[in-house]
C-alpha cells in the first residue's frame, strides 16, 4: 500500500466479524461470499461495487488470519484481475504490526 496509494484494501470477512478487530485502516469490507458479485461486471448496476470494476488495478485481500483472503484474491485473479495479492496473516498480522484500523 506504500507503494500504491490507489491500491483497494478488501477484508472479506463476514460484516458481523468486523467489530472485533475492525476493518484495515482505508479498507473497505466486501465479505468473500460478495466478492464476485460486487466484481462482475456483467450484473445489474446496483450490484456492483465501482471501485472493482477496473481488472488492473492494486487489490489486496485480507481476513482475520489469511486463509480466506487466499481465496478471495483467487477468486478476483480467475474474474481477470491481474493486479492482486493478499495479506499473509490477515488482521492477526496487521494489529501485530501496530497498524491503524477503522
Not at 23 to 49: C, H, K, T
Not at 58 to 63: A, H, L, V
Amino acid at each position: 500500500m506504500k507503494e500504491d496509494s490507489n491500491a483497494l484494501l478488501i477484508d472479506v470477512r463476514d460484516a458481523a466479524d468486523i467489530p472485533t478487530t475492525g476493518v484495515p485502516a482505508g479498507g473497505v469490507n466486501i465479505s468473500l461470499g460478495m466478492l464476485p458479485i460486487r466484481a462482475d461486471r456483467e450484473l445489474p448496476e446496483e450490484w456492483l461495487d465501482t471501485r472493482l470494476q477496473d481488472r488492473s488495478c492494486q487489490i489486496i485481500t485480507t481476513c482475520f488470519a489469511g486463509m480466506m483472503s487466499a481465496i478471495g484474491a483467487k477468486v478476483l485473479k480467475d474474474m481477470g484481475f491481474t493486479n492482486v495479492r493478499y495479506m499473509e496473516g490477515g488482521m492477526d498480522a496487521w494489529k501485530e504490526a501496530g497498524l491503524p484500523t477503522d
